[in-house]
């Protein structure tokens, strides 16, 4: 989950290391900040990333989108670099830079050459605690996130409805909050609300600082305690204790309805453990679980309804294990023309029941757990990929060494493993239905209709 | 053809940022043993392959009526090939963590590859079935051709889309460029799985390739990689000829009203072309109205300043018969007549003021720094060889680069910021944004 809903600061754009892979070094400073080094010298260019550990589900009742607001006022400036010093600097090293939001953590990474890294260590130190806030900036600001808000969601009714199925979903943990916020509070924040989460979360011992590059570990580790070691330690950092959630007692449903639906779609998201909060193992069948239930053209789900009973036109499933607190594991499909969606969901039910009660095969069972292996490997290709599972993980309550054995946990996975998944947590009971339906006129009553027989029309032109 | 695999021009090893020998990066330009030439850059760090290519004739290929027909060869061409049928296809795919995809632009088809080493065979003889034997079964056309129109029919309310659909209309009226590579509600059903075998038959062939190879292979390996894939392929396409067109429009707005709380604006004119003598110069001047993060006066002035936008932005763009500038921005209703008139003014300033001597040293340093990280895994950089190739810049172009940028003096970036910024923009607008009406014309 907290990868689904993951802002980043602009409009852009876990896994592991085998023994084959690189040699990751992972520091503590004195002050608790973490360094970690993935070292790639195939070009002399570094990421260099600071996580902390603070997102969308540390913010107090009444001040959804307060983490992500405060990721862009973290570009205002700060007594020593004044607003846009440091954006202009990165610039000029022929750099990119960017920032990110989750539930459970906020981003800032710039991607420069090898030889600024102590440069934009020194940066990233100073508005680590140096960060000066006035209205003039944070009023403008306010507006751009708004914006982004209208962009993001109040555009778009697929990504209204994830956002209602979220609420539905989390009862009791903050995660049912939108991490770009609901617009109503989005409206209220203030500077000094800023200013006080940020007092409250920002601090070295709250950081994580990942480099992926063309950089020695030790020296690396020099530029770090020249300029992050500096850092006064936060004295009221404490581990994070969200609310958390109540054993689900009630199957649940919602219906979405906007005029702009031209393809009905199904969702379904079922409460399960993220790889922090699961027993050993069971995180790892969930993510083979998803693949062959829903990845690719060849997984159950697809073969079945789209390619066997014609039912869907896609269809898929989807698991996130990086969350600090409970997951979701993801299920959704698209009817094709005259097929309803309560049609679909009883399909979509009966492939899931499938799994649950006579497992999956061995072939599945190899085939998906190769190409999830891989997905290791391949990753060494890409350095900013590599310090982004590394951050995540770090993020989410996992180690290094968690990162680096996850192929090995994936390739122990038995089919036993992944039917039990399947039995314990694809419980209708666990789960939050949803419905995105055309909206086709003002006299209907959206709450009874739950699943329109046929969807939109095919041959509309624009309005 | 019976020539050996051998070097044209020797190689070329470039260190992209002066004194990095870690980063030097040798591109090689090799001919395979058929005697299909390619670019390969070896880089043994990680055990896998990065093939892209492209092949002349995209979308703007498409049969008359039939807009998305290159679109669709390129989602239904790894659905079964040769002996293979749809299931047995991805299911080697999956089985050998095969990364295989298609994609179509306007002027090429386009694709990529990546495998890991102790897959490499496996997957270049997919690729050559793919190529060379799709089956375009009428029942895998059917169920993929199912999937784009459920996405044309979201798309019919999507203010992004539709304010693209009508810029594109209107600014090529008559032309393949007129058309969404993807094609419309209207177009996708008349395409036959014939029209998707004579679209490979027309297009994939030796005389339109060209070819990148990156990765853990040496290059005698990747000739016969090359081969394998690709040289069972006819020698000679059979393209049809497009015309070279300027957009038109320019000066006019128009507005589709739809409801939804945000207005997308999409502007757009005519460019240069990627071997005009001002290219690079324009390039910056473009950087610094409307490229880069957040940096570009654009940006200040639209979001940072005003908060109208959370994203706003201007590009270059270039194809075989046009030439582009265009640019876009998503800002609430009330507020949307304010921001196209800064984006207005702003451009206006630009063609008459230029850039200043700082922004002009600022951009430079950002472009020269930045290309490293566009070459930093093995698929961007066979993507960015492929770019090359096909823009005809040299083997040597990545060596030349930095030089051709400081090349361009403040009086270049003056003149050709006038010579692009001056002569209006064609700006549709999808919402229902407050005060803001089409223009007549």
Redesign the interface.
Known sequence: MAAAVTLLL??AGAGAAEQ?GPKISDFKLDNGLELVVIP??????ITHMIWYKVGAADETAGKSGLAHFLEHLM?KGTAMHPA?QF??VV????????AFTSSDYTGYYQ?????KLEEVMGFEADRMTGLVLTDAVV??????????R??RM??NPRARLGEQMDAALFLNSPYGRPVIGWRHEMEGLTKDDAIGFYRRFYGPNNAVVVVAG?VDPQQALAFAKQTYGKLKPHADIAPRARPLEPPPAAVRSLTLAD?????PTLQRSYLVPSFHTAKPGESEALEVLAHILGA???SRLY?AL??DKHVA??AGAYYDSSAYDMSKFGVYG?P?EGVSLTDLESATDAVIAEVIDKGVTADEL???K??L???A??A?????TMARWYGQALMTGATVADVQSWPDRIRAVTAAQVQNAARQWLERIRSVTGYLVKDTGPAVNKAERTAPAK??S?????? | MMRLLGFIGGALTLALVQAAPAGAMTIEKIVSPKGITAWLVREKAVPLVALNYAFKGGAAQDPAGKSGTANLVADTLDEGAGDLDSKAFHDRIERHAIELSFNASRDEFRGSLRVLNEHRDEAFDLLRKALTEPRFEPSAVERVRGQELAGLRRETTNPNSIAGRIWWETAFPGHPYSFETKGSLETVPAITPDDLRDFTKRVFARNGLTVSIVGDIDEKTAGEMIDKAFAALPAANDLKPVADVKPKGLGRRIVAELDVPQAVVMFGGPGLGRHDPDFMAAYIVNHILGGGSFSSRLYKEVREKRGLAYGVSENLAWFDHTALIMGGTATRADRTAEALAIIETETKKMAEEGPTADELAAAKDYLKGAYALSLDTSSKIAAQLTQIQLDRLGIDYIQRRSAMIDAVTLDDAKRVAKRIYGSGMLVTVAGRPKGLASSTQ
């Open positions: 602009c409009p084959s790639d010298h195939r070009a002399p260019v570009f846009g954006s202009s610039a000029r090293m022929g750099g990119q830079e960017n991607r420069v050459p090898s030889e009023l403008p600001e306010r507006d751009v996130i708004l914006e982004e209208n962009q109040e555009n063309d005029p702009r639906v031209e393809q690719g053209s060849n073969r789209v390619v036109v896609s698209a094709v190899d085939r998906s190769s190409r292996v891989a997905d490997i391949y060494q290709d890409n350095q900013a969807s939109g095919t041959g509309e032109k624009r309005s």
